[in-house]
């Protein structure tokens, strides 16, 4: 008698058997090495520049101001960058914990024990979310034009940070703006506007306009002429040699140059070797300090900006890709909880970060893992000694690279449509902007969220909302 096989369920014993047949490490290598596979060279190696805009001069400034060690920063973040592009294949940042580090450098007695006891205090309590899942279950709950009015405030402060990089020169040490930056130098506002003049050109406004009617041929006008033959090689050629165009490296690298050149003693000043690693001794008055005044303004922004922003950011850039609310919160606080025990720098994910990356061409996490090898580089090469040249780093540029990136997380609130849900973001913005805290923003934004949604449901009209 004929035995008839269903082909649904030939696929799945064929899926099974091949599953049983390869060896599960080898297949989460392979996975490892597809995720560091470049999609470009030039695009991701200019991605990764993307990201210093944030890194450099909230590093900086607490390396001067608090003696925070740039090698031993450099080492773990280097570290963390390689980590995060073998897990997730997407440009994820590491970036300075922004709360902890604007309290240090606004509170003389916050030192680097407070600074490490915030760090790891914050990291704990994410990965306390993480590993019991309550992670996904705020990323559920959160409503999507809250997220987007807390991207787009992070975006915007991003932005006027830029801005004020750009016009004023800065006293790192202090994290103050002084007088305004002269329009000539190695440091003036013409090589900023300059830089930002030839991004624009290079890259435009981003992919989606890019490739949109803009580069549209004219091929139906005339085609047999020669001249509009002519012109339409000519466009051709502009739009395919413009990504390829390192845009951002070009600016880091000019910017290092100039770095050079405004103090050449620095280099002499290099030292070979890393910089000794110590454990730091926390006393019990830097942990409750470091609770107080860095961990509690530092939580809320680590699970909206740098947990539930991203993955809700990975989602929109890398849908194949997507990220979880989970591995996120896991990875951020493994790495710190690490790190800041040796004096390194608190880290998270950032979504200006992604945002930043992403504009100027990464799209794998060969683009991160590139800037962690850098960064390992400098770090095991030199030491701290790199602070000596990366002070001199002209401020005016870092401030380019930050507007960009500030724009391009902002641009993520586009896809808000309703009026009811612009209220909300827009409200949840404005909150996060005027009182300088996301958490207060978030807390007003699901406020009125849930208002809008009982006015509508005792109105009988369909919510307009939506979850993500």
Same mark, same amino acid.
């Given at each position: 008698m004929a035995t008839t096989v269903n082909p649904a369920e030939a696929d799945l014993e064929s899926l099974a058997s091949d599953t049983h047949a390869k060896p599960p490490m080898r297949s989460l290598l392979g996975r490892a090495c597809d995720n560091l596979v470049f999609r470009s060279v030039w695009s991701e190696l200019n991605g990764a520049m993307g990201d210093l805009g944030t890194y450099i001069p909230i590093v900086l400034s607490l390396a001067l101001s608090r003696h925070l060690d740039l090698g031993t920063t450099l080492i773990f973040t280097g570290i963390y960058n390689v980590v995060?592009?073998?897990?997730?294949?997407?440009?994820?940042?590491?970036?300075?914990?922004?709360?902890?580090?604007?309290?240090?450098?606004?509170?003389?007695?916050?030192?680097?024990?407070?600074?490490?006891?915030?760090? *790891?205090? &914050? $990291?704990?309590? =994410?990965?306390? /979310? !993480? +590993?019991?899942?309550?992670?996904?279950?705020?990323?559920?709950? @959160?409503?999507?034009?809250?997220?987007?009015?807390?991207?787009?405030?992070?975006?915007?402060?991003?932005?006027?940070?830029?801005?004020?990089?750009?016009?004023?020169?800065?006293?790192?040490?202090?994290?103050?703006?002084?007088?305004?930056?002269?329009?000539?130098?190695?440091?003036?506002?013409?090589?900023?506007?300059?830089?930002?003049?030839?991004?624009?050109?290079?890259?435009?406004?981003?992919?989606?306009?890019?490739?949109?009617?803009?580069?549209?041929?004219?091929?139906?006008?005339?085609?047999?002429?020669?001249?509009?033959?002519?012109?339409?090689?000519?466009?051709?050629?502009?739009?395919?040699?413009?990504?390829? *165009?390192? &845009? $951002?490296?070009? =600016?880091?690298? /000019? !910017? +290092?140059?100039?770095?050079?050149?405004?103090?050449?003693?620095? @280099?002499?000043?290099?030292?070979?070797?890393?910089?000794?690693?110590?454990?730091?001794?926390?006393?019990?008055?830097?942990?409750?300090?470091?609770?107080?005044?860095?961990?509690?303004?530092?939580?809320?922004?680590?699970?909206?900006?740098?947990?539930?922003?991203?993955?809700?950011?990975?989602?929109?850039?890398?849908p194949e890709k997507a990220a979880s609310a989970t591995s996120v919160s896991v990875t951020m606080g493994a790495m710190n909880l690490v790190g800041c025990w040796f004096g390194a720098m608190p880290c998270c994910h950032g979504a200006g970060g992604l945002a930043g990356q992403y504009k100027f061409g990464g799209r794998s996490g060969g683009c991160v893992a590139a800037l962690g090898a850098l960064k390992l580089a400098l770090g095991l090469g030199l030491g701290g000694s790199m602070l000596r040249v990366l002070v001199q780093f002209p401020v005016g540029l870092l401030g380019v690279l930050l507007l960009f990136a500030g724009v391009e997380l902002a641009i993520a609130a586009r896809d808000i449509s309703s009026k009811a849900e612009a209220f909300v973001m827009l409200l949840c913005t404005a909150v996060s902007l005027v009182g300088s805290s996301a958490a207060l923003g978030f807390l007003c934004g699901m406020i009125a969220h849930g208002l809008l949604m009982l006015r509508a449901c005792i109105m009988g009209v369909r919510p307009s909302g939506r979850l993500i």
């Open positions: 995060t592009g073998l897990i997730y294949g997407v440009p994820m940042p590491v970036q300075p914990m922004k709360a902890i580090a604007a309290t240090a450098l606004s509170d003389p007695s916050f030192a680097i024990p407070e600074i490490m006891a915030a760090g *790891i205090l &914050s $990291a704990a309590f =994410v990965l306390f /979310l !993480g +590993v019991t899942r309550l992670m996904q279950l705020v990323y559920w709950i @959160v409503p999507l034009p809250v997220v987007r009015g807390i991207q787009l405030a992070q975006g915007l402060n991003f932005a006027m940070a830029a801005v004020k990089y750009i016009r004023y020169e800065q006293d790192l040490a202090k994290g103050k703006s002084m007088g305004h930056r002269p329009w000539t130098g190695l440091d003036g506002l013409v090589l900023a506007i300059a830089a930002i003049c030839f991004i624009l050109l290079v890259n435009g406004a981003g992919e989606s306009q890019g490739q949109g009617g803009d580069t549209q041929l004219t091929e139906s006008q005339e085609d047999g002429h020669d001249r509009v033959r002519q012109e339409n090689k000519v466009r051709t050629f502009i739009r395919r040699a413009g990504p390829a *165009i390192p &845009s $951002a490296v070009i =600016v880091f690298v /000019l !910017g +290092v140059a100039f770095a050079v050149a405004r103090h050449p003693a620095a @280099v002499r000043e290099l030292r070979a070797g890393p910089s000794r690693m110590l454990v730091v001794h926390i006393s019990r008055e830097a942990w409750k300090q470091g609770f107080l005044k860095g961990a509690v303004p530092q939580i809320p922004l680590s699970v909206l900006n740098s947990v539930v922003a991203v993955c809700k950011l990975t989602r929109d850039l890398f």
